[in-house]
């Protein structure tokens, strides 16, 4: 049995399908109340409970003998956010507690390329330069660098666990909108499309998903992995949208120092009008960042291939019109 904790979201969901095609038996621990749409109509059992109640954990871990721990709480907001590091954090300890006592065979941790320390222009980022609890980049970014730590330590202590790091994912699956998957969304409906020049390195959510099950296959105890694809700009994603729909929209370069400003206001309306935050300092920062992100470990020690990113793209379009329909025929 595979237990896997943040099933219902993108990287957990299209996970969840995998293990399911390969016949696996899995366990989906969803949050109490949570829209578990994503995986409604899978053959797996679903498990109410909560990384942050140790006493639900317990049960959830019954008779399984992997664990995929995914849940977490992704934020692009300035300032301190309690829940963010409780459950990143808190949540991390409280699942790798519950592993040592129900002695299962491996755990593969989901961190995120976030969490490794940020390096310079002109120096490739990989596992080497190690997870950063003091990163001044923001809060999510310190909370999962602090839970891979745990997770090392964890490992030294005997338990058998991995960890994969992710770059920026993509792809189709994404029932709940990421911040990329917005902008794919909005150029296949040929909106008018504002954008900043920028780059990142993006990596299919079915190449990641194949990696977590590599990593729990072949990944060594205490090691981390990360799982990249290609770097790309914003204004290539877009123009790849258009050549994949057909479709012409207006797309707009704003320049960097009028969305430096605006950035500066924005938390402010995200916080007032409580909507989801899609633009702020951070994530103007990442854009800006260096990007030379090497996967070279995850190719040589798990056999992790990712596919060309016009394919994601391509194949992402077409799931945002399929999944369109699908739901207004409902």
Not at 111 to 117: E, L, V, Y
Not at 191 to 218: K, Q, S, T
Not at 292 to 308: M, V
Request: net charge neutral; aromatic share 8%; hydrophobic share 40%.
């Amino acid at each position: 049995m595979i237990l896997v904790t943040g099933a219902t979201g993108h990287i957990g969901n299209v996970l969840v399908r995998k293990l399911q095609e390969q016949g696996r038996k899995v366990r989906a621990l969803t949050w109490r109340g949570e829209d578990a749409s994503s995986i409604r109509d899978m053959d797996i059992e679903k498990f109410e409970g909560d990384v942050l109640d140790p006493v639900s954990l317990r049960p959830a871990l019954d008779g399984v003998d992997t664990v995929y721990h995914l849940a977490g709480i992704i934020s692009i907001m300035p300032g301190h956010n309690p829940l963010v590091w409780k459950v990143n954090v808190e949540g991390t300890r409280n699942v790798l507690e519950a592993a040592r006592r129900a002695k299962i065979q491996r755990l593969v941790y989901t961190s995120s390329i976030h969490a490794i320390k940020r390096a310079p222009h002109g120096v490739q980022l990989d596992e080497s330069l190690g997870f950063d609890p003091n990163n001044p980049y923001g809060e999510y970014d310190r909370s999962k660098a602090a839970a891979s730590l745990e997770v090392e330590g964890a490992a030294r202590a005997g338990l058998d666990a991995v960890i994969v790091c992710p770059t920026g994912v993509i792809g189709p699956y994404d029932f709940r909108g990421s911040e990329m998957g917005e902008v794919i969304r909005g150029a296949a409906e040929a909106r008018p499309m504002f954008y900043i020049e920028g780059a990142y390195d993006f990596v299919d959510v079915r190449d990641v998903a194949d990696g977590l099950i590599a990593a729990a296959e072949h990944g060594r105890q205490g090691e981390s992995y990360i799982l990249g694809g290609h770097k790309i700009s914003v204004r290539f994603m877009l123009e790849t949208v258009r050549e994949a729909t057909g479709k012409a929209f207006v797309s707009i370069k704003i320049p960097f120092s009028l969305a430096e400003f605006a950035a500066k206001f924005t938390p402010w309306y995200y916080q007032r009008t409580k909507s989801r935050p899609r633009f702020t300092p951070y994530s103007l920062e990442v854009l800006q960042s260096n990007s030379d992100i090497s996967h070279a470990k995850a190719a040589r020690e798990l056999g992790f291939r990712p596919r060309p990113v016009i394919e994601t793209i391509a194949d992402t379009v077409r799931w945002l019109f399929e999944n369109r329909r699908s739901r207004a025929e409902a």
